[in-house]
């Protein structure tokens, strides 16, 4: 067996409501769309639930004041929320269920970390997983409680020594970077738009881990308007050097798609052709450094029909090493029109984003100094681990 789709039928409670962005239409139709591929009935590719996750789990990373607070909103839900713990702020309004919802994502992220650690798959994804900005005592950026955090410490609990984190939502993976700040068994990277402009305002280069974890948190801030090529030019002077220094025993990447140029949240401009890439990318040094063991998540990205069940279905086209129609099934564009009101594009490849070459050598010259940057910062800490 090689690759598992985590998933159970009824993970669409994690939901703030309908006006907010981060709907559980998306985790649906990106389902629908892998299903509608034939990846689930592919040779080697699994089906699997979500692992028992409670209270007692969440506060191996979480403050026990935090989740008691997210336990007793959950349970009466005053909209005021309470401050304290980011909760009830726009980004993060409460829901009754919120508790048992967020739980729920996070077995899912672990049971894919337990299917990949125990050699039932090599690969597996969660796409409802990747809430990957939620902090130890509060909630933030709609992530309750951080599902790849929960991972990467529920393989290091179960004798993994190193563990790397690739992060390429175009946020910052804040959340991630401070549970393991000082944990020198954790290697996390992350690549997005830069906090000069963008939530949540960290991620910038000199930001690199402490005590004896010094060089094991590395962040490469990109500007707004950075395409694809820039942006896998600075993945690849960084992310497989990284690896190679490190040595991990196993890859775990939160895959949010919010770099995408039409997303509303965000100003990045990647297209589903670079997600395409960065997949191979992930899945040939999940193999090279870590023995193909490979966890993944979902992450952010805000159009929820027109690019993320594309973007989530290539990566999963990738975990399993299967190749992937032109055409986006037909059944599947009804069944997204039906369910948003409008039809997402019909093939899976987008095209590159025109530029002009002006703004391209802007990016580029930003990418390169982030570049330069985390490598004086971090490099020869990481190298001498
Ligand atoms: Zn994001």
Known sequence: ?????????????????????????????????????????????????????????????????????????????????????????????????????????????????????????????????????????????FCIYDDPAFAVEWLLRNGAQRVAYVDVDTHHGDGVQTMFYNDPRVLTISLHETGRYLFPGTGFANEIGSGDARGTSLNVPLAPSTPGVVYLEAFDSVVPAALDAFKPEVLVTQLGCDTHVTDPLAHMALTTDDYTLIGERLRELAYRYARGRWVATGGGGYQVASVVPRAWTIYFAALCGAELPAEVPREWLVLAEERVG????????????????????????????????????????????
């Open 1 to 141: 067996m090689s690759t598992a789709l985590i998933w159970n039928d009824d993970e669409f409670t994690y939901d703030f409501g309908p006006h907010h962005p981060l709907k559980p239409v998306r985790v649906e139709l990106t389902v629908a769309l892998i299903r509608a591929c034939g990846l689930t009935e592919a040779d080697g590719v699994l089906t699997l639930p979500r692992a028992a996750f409670t209270a007692d789990d969440a506060v191996r990373l979480h403050t026990p004041d935090y989740v008691d607070a997210v336990m007793r909103l959950s349970a009466t839900p005053d909209p005021l929320g309470d401050g304290r713990y980011g909760l009830g702020l726009a980004d993060n309004p409460v829901f009754a269920g919120m508790h048992e919802a967020s739980l729920g994502v996070c077995g899912a992220s672990v049971a894919a970390a337990q299917a990949v650690w125990e050699g039932t798959v090599q690969h597996a994804f969660n796409p409802a997983g990747g809430l990957h900005h939620a902090m130890p005592g509060r909630a933030s950026g």
């Open 342 to 385: 409008d039809r997402p594009p019909g093939a899976f490849l987008d095209g590159q984003v025109r530029m002009s070459d002006e703004r391209l050598q802007i990016t580029r010259r930003e990418a390169r100094q982030s570049v330069e940057d985390l490598k004086r910062h971090a490099f020869d800490l990481l190298e001498r681990l």
